[in-house]
Antibody, heavy 124, light 106 residues
């Protein structure tokens, strides 16, 4: 069974750095084609893709947030970490991690399993 | 970035209704288009991948089609558990982008 679970602080202060961890099981991020992304959702608003890390350690970021984001993986511990610097109240929302089982295959390039999400509030 | 535009943004329907949601991409994305259902307080759930393929476990009343820039999601007979928000998402090129959502309520 494939599962993902996000963890991190519920409250961060403006200008702080947010560190979120996605712990997963049921698959390996060293499997060819495998990928994990971070997606966020401000309260009452749409989903927004943030970043992606692939099995071969390739990384992709939302251009508008590129300077603030860092994604990394620890394959041995089955974890993906997202760091976001200089947090602002506009970054408040639920942060999800999700798996894409096959980056190279059109029929597998979707988020097939999601974590439950973690709510992050940015406030002083 | 590829912009994804859904219509309508919201609609009211009744159980048993046929409901259609459209998604338009700002440039051609072939069939790199996925559909998700999200209920309040829950993570999204993959319904359709690669424009028209039903994800395992998803009821057959969900149907989808399209290619290039225009896509549709149809629920052939709306059930009580289908009242939710539906998102399209392109995976043609990064940054992957979502539509703004289409809320289906009673």
């Amino acid at each position: 069974q494939v599962t993902l679970r996000e963890s991190g602080p519920a409250l961060v202060k403006p200008t702080a750095t947010l560190t979120l961890t996605c712990a997963f099981s049921g698959f390996s991020l060293s499997t060819t084609g495998m990928s994990v992304s971070w997606i966020r959702q401000p309260p009452g608003k749409a989903l927004e893709w943030l970043a992606r890390i692939d099995w071969d350690d390739d990384k992709y970021y939302r251009p508008s947030l590129r300077t603030r984001l860092t994604i990394s993986k620890d394959t041995s511990k089955n974890r993906v970490v997202l760091k976001m610097t200089n947090m602002d109240p506009i970054d408040t929302g639920t942060y999800f991690c999700a798996r894409t089982p096959g980056i190279a295959a059109r029929e597998e390039r979707a988020f097939d399993v999601w974590g439950q999400g973690t709510m992050v509030t940015v406030s002083s | 970035d590829i912009q994804m535009t859904q219509s309508p943004s919201s609609l009211s329907a009744s159980v048993g209704d046929r409901v259609t949601i459209t998604c338009r991409a700002s440039q051609s994305i072939s069939t790199y288009l996925n559909w998700y259902q999200q209920k309040p307080g829950r993570a999204p759930n993959l319904l359709i991948y690669s424009a028209s393929n039903l994800q395992s476990g998803v009821p057959s009343r969900f149907r989808a089609s399209g290619s290039g820039t225009d896509f549709t999601l149809t629920i052939t007979s709306l059930q009580p558990e289908d009242f939710a928000t539906y998102y399209c998402q392109q995976s043609y090129t990064t940054p992957w982008t979502f539509g703004q959502g289409a809320k289906v309520d009673i």
